[in-house]
């Protein structure tokens, strides 16, 4: 149904405030990871971030650096309930807050002449922040603002990034409309949508590989589509369009065919290129990505939607930092062998896949801080019926006031890297609520060695689907327990040039490379570096694709910080390959994987598959030996 008045339009599940949702166990230590590294300490070595930004008064950057990296760090303050960073927070929301306009303008003045963009990444760092602290002055400053650009739009109209992303002011306008009445809640989605890039039309015919390499332009920048595939569900909350709904999936399908990755991730280095393992993928994609499939993991209770975000938050975004999250790329590979300055077939810069404080552009530098947060603030939901939803797996924990009761519900596990999970109740007395559990569509179909199991206290196992949210409804009671048994089947997907990928779980597993890292500038520890390999790369493997649990053997260890990190990977898969000689590089990245099965007369060698996010130099798509 369209939202016809000030009522806000339903979703299937509720994000709960930021600080109901807490990380726990390997979870938290990453989370103080990031503190401990650029995160925390951002606006101390990046100009843009100092005491001259705009957003602090200054004359100096006062566009987008300043909300990205607030749209991070405040949900990371108030998660790790850090006083150092809840202070650097202040200093930034308390200006903005105490300089508003007479008309309703949030922020500085700027000279760019796409002036509503940032502010759209600022009104959902202000959503944020009122969720964390109840401060009273959000909710009327952006009910203001939200008039003043209906007001202003008919004579400055969106352009530039502000046209190619106005689903971002849709997310805010649904939170400020779940909270209380506003004039325009009915009339600005269909002002924005008539103004801004028609995703949907791009969707219905998308643009393949070739085209988009010929003319790149804002309507193939990568970062642009991670936003976008939220942008017609949402927008089926104001218009009531089934199609509308219905494009978000499309619009996955379509990146999947033409620039999929193993991962779930499409690459774009700067814009999007291909299916080729070697092609990059610039970081904001990731982050935002998985903030559009939070969103839509909300409003539509998809759970293939919750599946992906997991492979990009336990791939992906760990597979672009270095351990210590003091420095990261603006873009990765699946297939990543060398990390230099170096011309590649990118349209980006040659410095795009080092590792360092700000390689290439500087907006992944700032925006990159929402990854692990929002992820873990996204974990639970609640839900129309008064219950609680798992989304995403980790060690977690989630408070909520039920009717008059408190409950606490705390996830023990070291998910992804073992698919053991135990659920402790707490609370004061008998509560009853419905309580729901994902059931990942990657454990496919059951039988006898394959069992996923969900059990209540010692009662008899639950039947569960794959690919579905599994429902417990009940009265619960203090220090009841739900255990939750995912079996880690080993998976093999078909690649390009019908290369494979080792899955497993959650987990894509990468080609474990020996590399040499070079300082080659930068301050340590926000420096810049070159990695290079230290040990072959260009491996087939020895595979039974049907059956791949009769060529990997599997080695679990416990999890040990930084656990994404080559030395302290918590899974290991060994696996027998030789090497294939013609397999070379193609300039500064590997070839593509040479079609399989391929002929090799090199001897048979044991190479080790760790988690990708914990390879930092890598073969995630392999081409299969010939039996």
């Known amino acids: 149904m369209a939202i016809t008045d000030n009522t806000a339009p339903k979703r299937t599940f509720n994000p709960l405030p930021l600080g109901t949702v807490l990380p726990r166990g390997w979870l938290k230590e990453q989370l103080q990871i990031q503190a ?72 500085p003045n700027t000279d760019h002449e796409d002036i509503w963009w940032p502010r759209a990444v600022m009104l959902k760092v202000l959503a944020q922040y009122a969720e964390a602290t109840q401060d009273r002055r959000v909710e009327p400053a952006m009910a203001a603002y939200f008039i003043l650009l209906q007001k202003s739009l008919v004579e400055k109209p969106l352009k530039v990034w502000g046209k190619f992303r106005w689903g971002e002011y849709l997310v805010s306008l649904l939170w400020l409309c779940e909270r209380r009445p506003c004039p325009v809640f009915s009339d600005l989605p269909k002002l924005i949508h008539s103004q801004g890039y028609n995703w949907i039309d791009h969707f219905n015919y998308f643009m393949i590989e070739n085209k988009v390499r010929q003319h790149p ?240 206290n010692k009662d008899k196992p639950e039947t569960v689907k794959a690919g579905t949210y599994h429902s417990i409804k009940r009265t619960w009671k203090n220090k009841d327990r739900i255990t939750i048994m995912f079996p880690m089947k080993l998976r093999v997907s078909r690649r390009y040039n019908n290369s494979v990928a080792i899955q497993r779980g959650a987990l894509t597993y990468s080609l474990r490379i020996g590399s040499r890292w070079k300082q080659i500038g930068g301050e340590t520890p926000h420096a810049d570096y070159e990695v290079r390999p230290l040990t072959p790369w260009n491996y087939a493997l020895i595979l039974d694709t049907e059956k791949p649990e009769n060529s990997l053997q599997v080695e679990e260890k416990s999890v040990k910080m930084p656990c994404f990190s080559e030395i302290k990977a918590p899974v290991v898969i060994t696996a027998k390959a030789r090497q294939v000689p013609e397999w070379d590089m193609d300039g500064a990245s590997a070839a593509p994987p040479p079609q399989s099965p391929v002929t090799s007369s090199r001897p048979v060698e044991e190479v080790e598959l760790i988690p990708y996010g914990a390879a930092k130099l890598r073969i995630t798509e392999f081409p299969v030996a010939e039996k």
Not at 36 to 59: I, K, N, R, T
Not at 357 to 386: E, H, R
Not at 404 to 410: D, F, M, Q, R, S
Request: charged share 20%; hydrophobic share 35%; net charge negative.
């Open 217 to 456: 332009n804002l309507a193939t920048h990568v970062v642009n589509h991670a936003m976008a595939v939220k942008y017609p569900g949402l927008y089926s909350l104001y218009s009531g369009s089934e199609e509308h709904r219905s494009m978000s999936d499309k619009a996955m399908e379509w990146l999947d065919r033409f620039h999929g990755c193993a991962t779930g991730l499409f690459t774009g280095d700067e814009h999007l290129s291909g299916p080729n393992p070697s092609q990059g993928t610039e970081l904001c994609a990731v982050v935002e990505y998985m903030y559009s499939l939070e969103v839509l993991s909300s409003l539509f209770g998809n759970a293939a939607h919750a599946d992906r975000l997991e492979s990009l938050a336990y791939n992906n975004l760990p597979g672009t930092f270095t351990a210590d999250m003091w420095a990261h790329q603006y873009d990765q590979q699946a297939n990543q062998v060398l990390c230099t300055v170096e011309k590649r077939d990118w349209t980006n810069g040659p410095d795009a896949n080092i590792y360092g404080l700000a390689p290439n552009y500087k907006c992944c530098t700032a925006n990159f801080n929402q990854g692990w947060p929002k992820f873990v603030s996204n974990m639970w939901m609640g839900t129309p019926d008064g219950g609680l939803v798992a989304i995403a797996y980790g060690p977690s924990e989630v408070r909520k006031t039920i009717g008059t009761t408190p409950v606490t519900i705390t996830e023990k596990t070291d998910y992804p890297f073992s698919g053991e999970i135990e659920l402790e109740i707490k609370t004061s007395g008998q509560v009853n609520f419905p309580l729901y559990l994902r059931i990942p569509g990657w454990i496919g179909e059951i039988s006898d060695n394959n069992i996923a199991m969900v059990v209540v």
């Open 36 to 107: 401990d590294g650029l995160s925390g300490h951002l606006d101390e070595v990046f100009p843009d971030l100092g005491p001259d930004s705009g957003w602090l008064g200054g004359s100096g950057e006062s566009w987008e650096v300043g909300p990205y990296y607030l749209d991070g760090l405040v949900p990371l303050a108030y998660l790790l309930e850090d006083s150092r960073l809840k202070a650097k927070v202040s200093k930034w929301i308390n200006w903005t807050l105490t300089h508003l306009g007479q008309d309703g303008w949030i922020g």
